[in-house]
């Protein structure tokens, strides 16, 4: 049998099969997936249950002209190969090579960027607005999840597109499961009430009426289509905000879905429409549809058996030293609490579940439920710990600012993901919270050095209970320190002393630690001493340490895995309060660049950031040059 994926490698070379041939493709196309992300490693699950859906909308609608937008676009890999970026898949991931999310200047057929969930019917319908205002008559079609769906700003845009009546297609990808367990009402209603067999025996019933776009019966139809969806749900949420709802349908039907989508494009009706499609993720691969997650993320794996490999590195990752440790707290006091929002594997939090299953909650995709949540269980006297990772904390910021830290709620953020994370991207670096943490009233941040620095930050965080707190940590393991018990705890707002030298001032904020203390090795071949300093604390600075090290040393050098306004600048603003710049004193930042970096390895990352030891040397050497009274003594230093 001829490959027939051989000869697509755009939509239009799709369009030019008939239609009996889609299953085929769609089988060929479920392969190359399956082979391309055990190479690279990736998002698997997702984008097996979009196989069918992602070749029949490319088949009908006139993409690029038509505008197809992923929502979070984990599934987007199918959609990238036959996109004209079949020869370059697998380089997903990697360092210049193809993002593994959508990406508007990685190709036309990407109209909107995505990463973050629930903001494909915002942007569609903001499309559709445009092309109605240039009197653009293309489609426009959105992919959405059911956990994407769960996000308040997804209702948003549906009451505004039902208000606005906007041409607008909307394809609910229903698969019971967004990256955990499904979460709240939304799944269930749909799942049990648009799927029921009820539903389908009437439909098959009522024949006559079930092409809800059929001229002869267009009356008609849609009003018994109407009554019939009244009777089963009492009249659908997404009818009540505007929409047509066509569905349930089989979202791994190629020809059906070909069926459905060409009657909805081919139809008059003006406002938006919804296709309700049921799918399996990781359909197609049995070690897929067995797991738990269903393959979301995966690293690279043998495709005879599903096995995925696994980190030479025999440290613990900071994911699960932060579950375990809080799992110790958690059984001495029953007032701690764990929330997460859609991520309990991701967090660590599924180990807490499994021991403490009604003191964690999962609330879906709804970052800002999570806060304003956790700050009402505060209020009564319960400790919650909001497990979420840095980049979708942005997402709350408002509720981290006005229902937390305004009333000064004991509230204790777990921010994972902290610093650059590889493979995935800026989407998902966590480049921004300590800059727009530490800039509040009433907070306390925090940021561990290596594991065992976590287990103490964690451990000084249960004992917060007048304001908020947060402790962040990188992606990845640690570096196999001796972990400290439970009763270990900082003094809030003291740094810790690790080397003293007489010229340079090294004061690390976060997971740098190591590079500093490569950066010193190197430096000292040079005859630069250098005293390297732990802060621990961005808010509150150590104030005493820093203005001593400032009177001790010739220069002061801060780092951090964060964006510029973070612990530098609150150190800057020390020292320029405290009038020391004025005695001479010479200081310099390192912090992460002006500009979203792309994916590649966290090393090569950190490389281009600037924020490793060699780039830590040549900072310092520069500096030092540069400092007339240094110069006067460089015949104590080593060429």
Known sequence: MSKLLDKINYPADLRKFEKKDLKQISEELRSELIDVVSETGGHLGAGLGVIELTVALHYVFNTPKDK???????????????????????????????????????????????????????????????KKLSNDKNNVIAVIGDGAMSAGM????????????????????????SIAKPVGAMSKYLAKLLSGKLYFSLRETIKLITSAFSKRFSQKAGKAEDILRGIVTGGTLFSELG???????????????????????????????LIHAITQKGKGYKP?????????????????????????????????VFSDTL????????????????????????????????????????????????????????????AIYSTFLQRAYDQVVHDVALQSLPVRFAIDRAGLVGADGPTHAGSFDITYLATLPNFVVM????????????????NINDRPSAFRYPRGNGFGTELPGINENL???????????????????????????????????????????????????????????????????????GSVGGFGSHVMQLLSDRGIFDKGIKFRSMFLPDQFIDQDTPEKMY?????????????????LKDNIIFAKNKSNIKN
Request: with cysteine; aromatic share 6%; charged share 25%.
């Open 68 to 130: 197809l937008v992923w929502d979070v676009s984990h599934q987007c890999y199918p959609h990238k190969i036959i996109t004209g970026r079949k020869n370059e898949i697998r380089t997903l991931r990697k360092g210049g090579g193809l993002s593994g999310f959508t990406k508007r200047d990685e190709s036309e057929y990407d109209p909107f960027g995505a990463a973050h969930s629930s903001t494909s019917i915002s942007s569609t319908l903001g499309i559709s607005v445009a």
């Open 154 to 177: 997804a209702y948003e845009a549906m009451n505004n597109a039902g208000a606005l009546k906007s041409k607008l297609i909307v394809i609910l990808n229903d698969n019971e499961m």
């Open 243 to 273: 929409f047509y709802y066509i569905g349930p349908i089989d979202g791994h039907d190629v020809n059906y879905l070909v069926e459905i989508l060409e009657n909805v494009k081919n139809s008059n009706h003006s406002g938006p429409i």
């Open 288 to 320: 897929a549809e067995q797991s738990g997650d269903k393959y979301h993320g995966v690293s690279k794996f043998n495709i005879s058996t599903g096995q995925q490999s696994k980190s030479s590195n025999n440290a613990p990752s900071y994911t699960k």
């Open 327 to 386: 799992i110790k707290h958690a059984e001495k006091d029953t007032k701690i609490v764990g929330i997460t929002g859609a991520m309990p594997s991701g967090t660590g939090l599924n180990l807490f579940e499994k021991r403490f299953p009604d003191r964690m909650f999962d609330v879906g995709i709804a970052e800002q439920h999570a806060v304003t949540f956790a700050a009402g269980l505060a209020t009564e006297g319960y400790k919650p710990f909001a």
């Open 447 to 462: 940021a561990a050095s290596d594991e065992s620095e976590l287990v103490k930050m964690i451990n000084t965080s249960v």
């Open 491 to 561: 003094i809030i707002g003291k740094g810790k002393v690790i080397n003293e030298g007489k010229h340079v001032a090294v004061i690390n904020f976060g997971a740098r630690l190591n590079e500093c203390k490569k950066a010193k090795s190197i430096l000292e071949k040079k005859g630069i001493y250098i005293s390297i300093i732990d802060a621990r604390f961005a808010k509150p600075l150590d104030e005493k340490l820093i203005l001593e090290a400032a009177s001790n040393h010739e220069l002061i050098i801060t780092i951090e895995e």
């Open 607 to 623: 490389e281009k950031a600037g924020l490793d030891c060699n780039s830590i040397v040549e900072k310092i050497e520069g500096a």
